[in-house]
């Protein structure tokens, strides 16, 4: 079947790394993403990463990704108040051309 | 700069009385979604359009509707709200079916739901 799960809740001290952890099932996947809602907005696309792919970096964020273990991590550096909000990790399914299959998001709290 | 306009931003209605929530897109994408999310919960889809192609998820409740009436614009139509409908309308574009990295689902900010 499809799912995708993550932890539900990270406390991170300002300055610190937060690192977010996130399991599918679906081995078809294509691409894997990870997209940041902010209290009453809608989720924005933070950065993807393809199937064939390791690691990809963007500034502050890295993304991890173990294909063997359908695991799926997103790290932000140097974790500022800016960054409070709800991450989703996501995975399109190739089985079904038209879904996008989303964890229930794991909230960051940024302590000072 | 706005890509994918949701209004209203906030709806009030009450049990029964049926609701029209309104989304559009300036992407000129092929692809419009509807989503329902409740409070720490994953986005549920429930139906999209592909053109004038509705496709609804098996799940999805009689319930609800949607109009496309151009490339533009799409409406969810709740017939008879629920208390249990309570929850964030998100509208999401994508330029196609297939996903390739950035080439994807672009989501507007919501339109949060209250039944009284």
């Known amino acids: 079947g499809e799912d995708v799960e993550q932890s539900l809740f990270l406390s991170v001290r300002e300055g610190d790394s937060s690192v977010i952890n996130c399991t599918y099932t679906?081995?078809?996947?294509?691409?894997l993403y990870w997209y940041k809602q902010e209290p009453g907005a809608g989720l924005q696309l933070l950065t993807y990463?393809?199937?064939?792919?390791d690691m990809k970096q963007d500034q502050r964020l890295t993304v991890l990704l173990n294909k063997k273990d359908k695991h799926l991590s997103l790290r932000i550096a140097d974790t500022q108040t800016g960054d409070s909000a709800i991450y989703f990790c996501?995975?399109?399914?190739?089985?079904?051309?038209?879904?996008?299959?989303f964890g229930s998001g794991t909230r960051l709290s940024i302590r000072p | 700069d706005a890509m994918v306009i949701q209004n209203p931003r906030y709806q009030v209605t009450q049990f029964g009385k049926p609701v029209t929530l309104s989304c559009s897109q300036t992407?000129?994408?092929?692809?419009m979604y509807w989503y329902q999310q409740k409070s720490s919960q994953a986005p549920k889809l429930l139906f999209h359009?592909?053109?004038?192609?509705?496709?609804n998820e098996a799940d999805t409740p009689d319930n609800f509707q949607s109009r496309r009436p151009n490339t533009s614009f799409c409406f969810l139509d709740i017939r008879s709200p629920g208390l249990g409908d309570a929850a964030m309308y998100l509208c999401?574009?994508?330029?196609?079916?297939?996903?390739?990295?950035?080439?994807?689902?672009?989501f507007g900010p919501g339109t949060r739901l209250t039944v009284l």
């Open positions: 999401a574009t994508s330029r196609d079916l297939s996903f390739s990295g950035a080439d994807t689902q672009y």
């Open positions: 996501a995975e399109s399914i190739t089985s079904s051309a038209s879904k996008i299959i």
């Open positions: 679906d081995s078809s996947s294509t691409y």
């Open positions: 992407l000129n994408h092929n692809v």
């Open positions: 359009y592909y053109d004038k192609d509705f496709n």
């Open positions: 990463i393809f199937s064939n792919m």
